[in-house]
């Protein structure tokens, strides 16, 4: 039998399934798809974000959700063409539903779906204005008392929130929040961000003073607009600061900052929150219909309670409050904790001059910046990538498509790379006592990342002054109490400390629904981030997706957003089209809303 050339299989296949979708034959379509497929759904069929796993779970999908998605035109994507290696033919695909326009990726393995990923790039009817829609800015003609565009922006910000209510708050204005009220803005969806600090950018201008980004520069980009071409590599964290506040000025988002929530509740009756701030010493009463929480993952402190921390007498602060190294020249500084906030605080005192300990209590995973760079990341974001071809916007979907059942089989190899790289780097720190791990699976970072939020190094110098004991380390010890001059630890070591530093990192997200809503609503939606991959601080049962995550709660009108840069790009995509579809009052029903089973 003649073997057909890619692009042929992917329309055979295509067509197929296009066949047997609009002629509503879920067993026809089942059929298409390999034992072991999976199916990622961003928002088309599900109104969720939603992996199948298996043809039992994407036949209960399409028999729940077939019906009024009615998709069709499913087709290799304009311009693209598929390809095949490895026994895997793969190809970009666009289709439609009544509602949306979609764009998505599929891999067969034995001429059967084995990854499909549907995303929603648009709602019919309600487009971005771009391109050749983009607004003419300029109102040609005469006219008598128009207004200019500053004068419309000024009348815009001095009614929303006030005269007229937004149809969205946002509470918390890091990248998070300011990406997603950018895509809100270009779906013309009225929104309001509530900050509490000063200006956009702050909650990294805050955060200790070595601090840079970890991530590099093409991992980074918000969305609508890439850094620049000679952005560096990693952002010092001032620069990122002044990248987001340009980005909420130029993205004319509406930005309330020094304006704190002070709480919020939800009727049911109305279907609408009231959310109360206090800007300029003033409370204000907002009412919106959906009320989006991206006060930060990496921003609920959690503070250890140790006995003697009352009467200790030098300074003491979790890593999120460590106002840099400055006047510690000299002092004896105890870091307790060992993940990326302790290295890099334990990094710029001992640069300061301060004489610094380390205490670590668990294993920790570590990564070289360069290994990860080169070998985990540089296929779809580097230079390399961008000079191949690749785009930010495919580099996301590629990312996407990977379904985390089986993400972790393919960063092993990847961690095993690294590790015989960097074999001798891992032991010298061993033998300084440092405790390593690579992920309970040996699936290294970004796994941990996903899993847990925590757990590791991205290591950018600290590593080696703790191998050659630059930076003293005290490992598989816990601290037992604090004196008023030293730090005791459960080993018995007594470490003199003028300086304390708790980099113990940060809560789950939902204790800022608890502080801001209520327990009972916090309980509601249960924890936040992680996938149930039953490893440590991931607890099972297996989720599928993050939980919680840019995705409806079990609370109606509560969302979450956030994450690192990419993924807040990459998912404001989402949330934003979810609550677009809302306000026009679009039917979104949700498919598998995610079950509860943490509450922290
Ligand atoms: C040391 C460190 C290094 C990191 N490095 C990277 C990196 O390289 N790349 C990366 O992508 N991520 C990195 N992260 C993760 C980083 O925290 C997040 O990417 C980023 O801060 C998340 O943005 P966010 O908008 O979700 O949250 P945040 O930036 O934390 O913003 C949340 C905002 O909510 C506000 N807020 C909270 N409660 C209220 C309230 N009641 N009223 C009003 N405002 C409120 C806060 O003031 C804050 O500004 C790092 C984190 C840490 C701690």
Request: with cysteine.
């Amino acid at each position: 039998m003649l073997d057909k050339a890619p692009n042929g299989k992917v329309s055979d296949l295509l067509n197929a399934l296009d066949k047997g979708l609009s002629a509503g034959e879920v067993e026809h379509a089942v059929d298409l798809f390999q034992t072991d497929c999976y199916w990622r759904d961003l928002v088309t069929f599900t109104w969720n974000i939603k992996t199948m796993e298996g043809k039992e779970q994407v036949r209960d999908m399409l028999k729940a959700r077939l019906a009024d998605t009615k998709p069709s035109n499913w087709k290799i994507a304009d311009g693209e063409d598929a390809s095949e290696a490895d026994g895997i033919t793969e190809s970009w695909i666009q289709f439609e539903t009544e509602v949306a326009r979609g764009f998505g990726h599929m891999r067969l393995r034995d001429g059967r779906i084995w990854t499909l990923l549907t995303t929603m790039s648009e709602l019919k009817g309600h487009e971005e204005a771009v391109g050749f829609d983009r607004p003419m800015g300029a109102k040609h003609g005469a006219e008598r008392n128009r207004t200019t565009w500053k004068e419309d922006r000024e009348a815009e910000a001095a009614e929303l929130g006030y005269s007229r209510q937004p149809y969205c708050v946002i509470v918390g204005g890091g990248q998070g929040g300011i990406a997603l009220a950018a895509r809100l803005r270009q779906l013309d969806v009225p929104t309001i961000i509530i900050e509490k600090n000063e200006r956009p950018g702050d909650s990294w201008r805050k955060r200790y003073k070595s601090l840079c980004l970890h991530d590099p520069v093409w991992y980074d980009h918000l969305p609508y607009l890439p850094f620049p071409r000679n952005w560096p590599v990693f952002s010092p964290k001032d620069k990122i600061g002044d990248w987001l506040e340009m980005y909420t000025k130029v993205m004319e988002i509406n930005y309330w900052g020094s304006t704190e929530c002070k709480k919020a509740s939800y009727d049911e009756k109305s279907r609408e929150w009231t959310v109360v701030v206090q800007r300029d010493g003033k409370e204000i009463v907002l009412k919106p219909k959906q009320l989006v929480l991206a006060t930060g993952m990496s921003a609920k402190p959690s503070m250890p309670k140790f006995e003697g921390m009352d009467i200790f007498k030098g300074d003491q602060h979790h890593s999120s409050q460590h106002p840099g190294p400055d006047k510690y020249k000299n002092k004896k500084a105890v870091v307790i904790g060992s993940n990326n906030s302790a290295h890099d605080i334990c990094a710029a005192l001992w640069e300061a001059g301060a004489d610094v300990t380390m205490v670590q209590r668990s294993t920790t995973h570590i990564v070289r910046s360069d290994s990860l760079m080169e070998l985990g990341l540089a296929s779809l974001y580097s230079e390399q990538a961008v000079q191949s071809g690749m785009t930010t916007a495919k580099a996301d979907l590629i990312f996407a498509s990977l379904p985390y059942k089986i993400l972790h089989e393919f960063q092993i190899p990847v961690y095993n790379a690294i590790r015989e790289r960097d074999a001798d780097f891992y032991k010298r720190l061993e033998k300084a006592g440092f405790l390593l791990d690579y992920g309970d699976d040996d699936s290294g970072l970004f796994m941990k990342y996903l899993r847990r939020g925590s757990g590791y190094y991205i290591d950018v110098g600290a590593s080696e002054l703790i191998a050659n004991g630059s930076i003293k380390l005290k490992s598989g010890v816990d601290v037992k109490k604090l004196t008023e001059h030293t730090v005791i630890l459960s080993d018995g070591t007594e470490l003199p400390a003028d300086l304390v530093v708790y980099a113990t990192g940060y809560g789950s997200m939902n204790g800022w629904a608890a502080d801001l809503i209520s327990r009972e609503v916090a309980n509601k939606v249960g924890k936040v981030w992680g996938l149930g991959s039953n490893t440590t601080k991931d607890p099972g049962p297996w989720e599928g997706e993050q939980r919680n995550m840019w995705k409806p709660t079990q609370q109606e009108a509560l969302w979450f957003h956030g994450g690192n840069l990419h993924q807040s790009r990459h998912y404001s995509q989402f949330l934003s089209l979810q609550l677009k579809a809302r306000m026009e009052g679009i039917a979104t029903p949700v498919y598998g809303l995610q079950e509860v089973h943490h509450l922290s």
